[in-house]
Structures are given as C-alpha cells and as structure tokens.
C-alpha cells in the first residue's frame, strides 16, 4: 500500500503540493486569447483552430492512459517532474511558434503534462493531506486546477496587449511560474509507494471493485461541464469576434478567467453540501449556460455570452469537486491516481470531441448556426448527467 504522508503534515504543503498543478493549468490556457494573433500571423480556420486543440485533447487522454498507473506505482514525483519539463519545453515552442505544426506539437506537449498533473498531482495533494484531511485536499486540488485555467488567458491576455514581443513575453513568465513549481515538487513530502506492481503499466485508467458507481456520477456531470468550458476556450475569441465585434486579446482573456474564477469560488461555496446535491446543482449550471449560450448566438449579446461563460464555469467546477470528492471518499491511496486518470478520460474526451465537430461544422454552416447545435446537444447530456445523479448512488459519507 502507498505510504501516506504523515496526517500532521504542516498545512503549507498542502497548498504547495497544489502549487503545480495551478503552474501547468496556466500554461494549458495561456493560449486562448493568442489564437486571434496566430491566426493572423499564420493564417487558418476556425476548424483547424480546433484541431489545434484537440492535440491538446490527445496529449492528454495519452498521457492518462500512463501517468496515472506509473504514479501510483513509482510514485509522484517521477511523473510530475518530466511532465514540468515538457511544460517548459511547450513554452519555448509556443514563444517561437510561425506554423500550425508548431503549434499542434506544443498544445500536444502541454496536454501531456497536464494528463500527468490531473492525476499524479492531484493524487500528491491528497497524499501530502493526509487520511484527516481528503474532503479538504479534494477542494484545493480541484479549486487549483480551475484557478490556473482561468489565471492562464487572463495573463495572457494581459500581456500580450500591454507589453512587447507578446508570445515570447507570456511564455517567458510562465516558463518562471513552472520553474518554481519544479521547486515545489522536488521538496515536496511525499514517501514513494510501497505496493508491488500489478497489471499492465498502459491500460485504460479505472477504479477497484465497488467503486463503479462514483466514477460514472462523477463523469456525467463532469463531462458535459468541460465540455462546456473547452468550447469557450477555443471558440470563445471567435464568438467575440464574429457575434460581437470585437478581437481584443484582454476581453478574451478577461471572460475566460471570469469563468475559472467562478468555478472556484462555487466549489467554496458549496463544500459543506452533500455530494448529490453538488452534482445536481453542476449539471443545472451547465444546462442553463447552454441555453443562454443559444440566447447569446442569436442576440449577438456580450451579457448573455458572458453569463453563458459564468454558468459553464460553475458547471465545470461543481461537477470536477463532487466527482473528486466521491473519488477521494472511496479509493484506496494507491489506486487514486488512476481512479483521477479515469475521471478526466470520461470528461475530456467528450471535451475533445464537441468543439472540434463544432468548429467545423461552424465553418460550413455559419457560427450562429453551429454553436447552437453543439450548445443543444449539451444541453440534452447534462440533464441527462442530473438525472443519472438523481438516480443513482453516491455511496460513502457526505
């Protein structure tokens, strides 16, 4: 069995262990309101922005099919280090991009990372919590994966309109916002595992035995919540600029860092409700975005757009807390890893596949069009994710 970190472990380190995760979120979105610059720069279609994403998805998916097993086996800190190295090696090519195929290899390099740092180091902030402290531990690591994803565009936006060279600039401090979080991991108490290796070392992430129900109430409201926030990300500038007239790198960045601040803050807000009544409330949020999402395309409406964007947020962050806290609740320390592996295949790769097909069917049928379309699909799979909730059973204690 995992060696746990000792349950009086200094509180500090439990925002420490967070720490990186938070670094390579901010890279995994730094990239939304740039995609205007390279588009101009570079020249390409909304579908092939798209594309440029799912890399992202790919990396990602790839890297949980490994990194949560090899976490749980050889521990968190072999899996987190490389994964900051290919972080930083993402940012040097980001800075340096002149080709969509740049592009699509950084975004690939980041995805990688950040399949490693949604389950190892989400798993290592648990550990370094503590057996007392798991509810506790699962609200920091969820709050620091939505913080950096919203603190990424807002920065870059940020910077990329107040300061010159704006690809190199981003990328240069978040190159020095990951070097510290190598700092981080490298002190970081967390013992390396004990238990023998079992199985195969690639294989699709699960759950033991009894656990089942957890993961599959968990991805049904997480899912279509990602899902919700992906589209955002990588059609958001273009909705900006098509539906409202306007391309500024801020406004962009600004509405994704308002999203991922109130996925945060809700997560806060809602610790102390039982698990069933978070997800319901994540698959509400959700549904309830998309439909203001339809409102928006059709209005042409900055607020409803921006509402839209604040109800996906909550979506996301409320079905990301209730599923990781069923997880935490349940799986034993050695399997967690995995167990945050498995949890993140069933949302991104829903994640993955929507705003591409959305974004190509935008291109050939108009971006009202096809925004309403991917925005009604949504919709249908949360309620159906609230209702698989209201069904169904969490299991364990509130």
């Known amino acids: 069995m995992d060696a746990l970190a000792p349950v009086d472990t200094p509180g500090r380190w439990i925002w420490g262990a967070a720490w990186p995760v938070t670094a390579v979120f901010v890279l995994s979105n730094a990239t939304t309101p740039l995609y205007g610059l390279w588009q101009r720069d570079i020249g390409f279609s909304r579908g092939t922005l798209t594309v440029i994403f799912a890399c992202y998805i790919v990396g990602l998916l790839g890297s949980l099919l490994v990194s949560g097993v090899v976490s749980d086996r050889l521990g968190r800190k072999p899996v987190l280090l490389p994964a900051l190295g290919l972080a930083l090696a993402a940012c ?4 340096t991009a002149s080709s969509v195929a740049a592009l699509m290899v950084a975004r690939l390099f980041t995805g990688i990372a ?11 902030v648990t550990d370094v919590a503590g057996p007392a402290r798991r509810r506790r531990a699962a609200l920091l690591a969820s709050c620091a994966m939505v913080f950096g994803a919203g603190l990424g565009p807002f920065l870059a936006g940020s910077l990329s309109e107040t300061l010159p060279g704006p690809t190199v600039t981003v990328f240069a401090v978040e190159a020095a916002l990951l070097l510290t979080a190598v700092v981080a991991v490298v002190r970081m108490p967390v013992p390396r595992p004990v238990a023998p290796a079992r199985g195969s070392w690639v294989r699709v992430p699960g759950v033991p035995r009894g656990n089942g129900s957890q993961l599959a109430l968990g991805i049904a409201v997480f899912a279509p919540g990602i899902t919700a926030t992906s589209f955002v990300l990588s059609l958001g500038p273009s909705l900006l600029s098509g539906l409202l007239g306007t391309e500024s790198r801020v406004v962009a960045g600004a509405m ?5 601040l109130t996925a945060t803050g809700v997560q806060f807000a809602v610790r102390a409700l039982a698990r069933r009544t978070i997800l319901i409330a994540g698959a509400l949020s959700t549904a309830l975005g998309m439909a203001v999402l339809i409102a928006a395309a059709h209005t042409s409406s900055a607020p409803a757009l921006v509402a839209a964007a604040l109800l996906a947020g909550a979506g996301q962050g409320l079905g990301q807390l209730g599923g990781l806290s069923l997880l935490n609740s349940a799986v034993p320390p050695q399997r967690l890893a995995e167990a945050n592996a498995a949890l993140n295949i069933g949302g991104y ?3 993955g596949v929507l705003p591409v097909s959305a974004g190509y069917l935008s291109d050939a049928v108009g971006l009202t ?10 919709l249908a799979l949360a309620v159906i994710g609230g209702l698989v909730v209201a069904r169904g059973r969490t299991d364990g204690p509130r």
């Not at 994704?256 to 991922?260: L, S």
């Open 256 to 260: 994704a860092f308002a999203m991922f």
């Open 92 to 95: 040097a090519i980001f800075a």
């Open 349 to 351: 790769a829903l994640a």
């Open 114 to 124: 950040v399949g490693a740092v949604v389950s190892a180091g989400m798993a290592a």
């Open 369 to 378: 069009r096809g925004t309403t379309l991917f925005a009604a699909v949504l």
